[in-house]
């Protein structure tokens, strides 16, 4: 590993980044004209706490703006370079870490932290505070994994799919398709209806849950871009793409 690589690795570099980021951010949040959809969304929300944010990983960037002072929030992140750098990013907006990632690959669960991760989860929600987790199978945009609906199951706390989107950012061409939001334009955020995963459920029931959570996403992802005036770029994309 070359000496460029280790300073870029370390706990200082990686602070560092997570100031930059976090000041960006905040940039956003202070610059956009965020409105909430539906207008009421917080009156209904409040009482479900603790609850799963459902997310879609590329627009992950900005959900941290829905938690309000009085709420407390968990995620998880991964033991990569990049989840460091988000790590100190996440911690500066008030949102608590939980290391560790999913896998496609069973055999890789352990090692990427996973179970232990879930775990964290769990005991996050029995202790009041929402836990907000990619739904997206790993390295698979837009495609919901069973680890969402593990997670409901286990805890018997509610999923709300969550979009928080500006009418002005940056796409990637990053395997989960992120945006960026830019300041100066308007803000959305938006919440889907709460879905509820029965601990009983056979495996279509939990394919089912999956699909619905799915669907759900996507949903309250277009409906956030319509309300600023755009369309969601992956859903574009799926339309326009060949198949």
Known sequence: MSVVTRIARSRAAQESLGFLGASYLKLVRGTNRFTLDPPG?????????????????????????????????????????????????????????IRGSGARRASDIWAKGGVQALRGCLKALEDGENVAFSADVPKVSRRCGEGIVMLARLSGRPVVPTAVVTSRYLQFDSWDRASLGLPFGRGVMAFGEPITVARDLDAGGIEAARLRIEADLDAVHARAFAQVGRTDPVLTGRRTSPR
């Open 41 to 97: 969304a917080y009156d209904w929300l409040s009482p479900l706490r603790p609850f799963i944010i459902a997310m879609w990983h590329g627009q992950h960037l900005l959900v941290p703006f829905m938690r309000r002072p009085e709420d407390r929030a968990a995620t998880m992140v991964s033991r990569s370079f990049d989840g460091g750098v988000n790590t100190a990013v996440l911690e500066r907006m008030g949102v608590r870490v």
